[in-house]
């Protein structure tokens, strides 16, 4: 009998896409648009935190690329390989975020772009506090997801079989706001990955600060 795979659903997902990842999402013009938004309000050589870092690029690029200091945090080991590749000057961890310890009022940034589809809606809730709390006060912190009211629904993603949960739009935003951080605005778009088969994506995303 074969050995059942132990890792983590989301590590099995993103160590199969790899690359391929990347290809499809890396030239959005909203996640690129979000990155510029939070260069824009971070002090000079800045701490940041990219939840769900992937390949490193395009976030871990454009931010060490603009002089800022990146810690990365992914759950795949193949997505964390290639991005220490591709993205030298910045750090990455293979960690579980929702175990990984974090320390309050750290970092100046926060991104947090697709990362939370794979945990439960009181995972993401705790998930966003903790991330709250881990930005000085005045930080900011960048967020997207796919507004959909589903919990643990069966999807294909790029081939691979995923079980998504997320929040309609309205109801995300408060989950966000009740974690403590202030919603300052919100682009919601639509976005085509550039991969065989994929349809056009609902993307949501929230431009948020922790107040002093």
Do not use: N
């Not at 974090?102 to 589809?117: N, T």
């Amino acid at each position: 009998m074969p050995q059942e795979d132990q890792r983590p659903p989301a590590a099995v997902v993103f160590d199969a896409l790899g690359a391929d990842y990347e290809k499809a999402f890396a030239q959005a013009p909203a996640h690129l648009a979000a990155l510029q938004w939070l260069i824009g309000r971070l002090p000079v050589s800045a701490w940041t935190l990219d939840v769900g870092s992937g390949t490193g690029r395009p976030t871990a690029a454009v931010l060490t690329g603009a002089g800022h200091s990146v810690v990365g945090v992914d759950i795949s080991p193949v997505m964390v390989e290639l991005a220490a590749r591709q993205v030298p000057d910045a750090e990455f961890r293979r960690a579980d975020i929702r175990e990984l310890p974090l320390e309050e009022g750290f970092f100046d940034g926060v991104c947090v772009f697709f990362s939370l589809l794979q945990m439960t809606r009181e995972e993401q809730s705790t998930l966003v506090r903790r991330l709250a709390r881990a930005l000085k006060p005045g930080g900011h912190l960048v967020l997207a997801t796919v507004p959909a009211d589903v919990e643990d629904l069966e999807i294909v993603f790029m081939g691979q079989p995923v079980r998504a949960t997320s929040f309609a739009e309205a109801d995300f935003t408060a989950m966000v706001e009740a974690a403590g951080l202030t919603v300052l605005s919100s682009d919601s778009t639509v976005f085509t990955p550039d991969h065989p088969g994929a349809g056009p994506e609902p993307h949501l995303y929230l431009y948020c600060r922790r107040e002093l």
